[in-house]
């Protein structure tokens, strides 16, 4: 940012030394004072055309960036952290791309269960066992691997909602506690 800054004041301060030379030198008729003004304008179209490659190359880079898709592995540590070593694996996932339009981040992973314990201490979960699941399938373009039901008849429950009732997280797990499924809800 720093950088940008220091471009656009040297391009006005060339333009306004370009400009006073050469108006300096109508007014003087001073042909030393036309190269001066002549060199200044050409040093600031150079600068100002460095200027403009250097704001665009940045701008695309950071874009580049921002929508570059994550890895499971990347959505995982942003959802959790670091897992313990060998305690985590993904079997697939779907991103929050765009908040509004993709309103979950949903994630299957096979776990230890002194992993999933080290989840469970990051917020404060309500823990319930049940036969009978509160979630479908995923939405549609996750419906062939979000299956929750698959994990047994029994599963484990995890749940928690913000105090802003916009964020949620809800976590599924085997008896064994070895494999889950989460919707991370973001809006």
């Known amino acids: 940012m720093h950088q940008i800054a220091i471009l656009v004041a040297g391009c006005l301060l060339l333009l306004a030394l370009g400009s006073a030379a050469l108006a300096l030198g109508y007014y003087h008729k001073k042909q030393m004072l036309y190269y001066i003004g002549a060199a200044a304008m050409v040093a600031f179209a150079v ?30 540590v942003s959802l959790f952290g670091e897992p313990n070593v060998g305690c985590a694996t993904i079997l697939n996932f779907q991103d929050q791309v765009v908040p509004k339009i993709d309103y979950a981040i949903w994630l299957h992973f096979k776990t230890c269960p002194e992993e999933l314990d080290r989840i469970l201490l990051q917020l404060p979960y309500l823990t319930d066992t049940t036969t009978q699941l509160s979630v479908s399938d995923g939405p549609s373009e996750n419906n062939m691997w979000f299956k929750p039901k698959l994990l047994g008849d029994t599963l484990i429950e995890y749940q928690y909602i913000g105090d802003d009732n916009r964020t949620a997280q809800f976590i599924y797990t085997n008896l064994s506690r070895t494999e889950a499924y989460c919707i991370d809800i973001l809006d």
């Not at 600068?47 to 499971?72: A, E, H, W």
């Open 47 to 76: 600068l100002t055309v460095y200027s403009v490659y250097t704001v665009t190359y940045k701008t695309y880079n950071k874009v580049t960036q921002l929508f570059t898709p994550r890895s499971g592995n990347e959505i995982y």
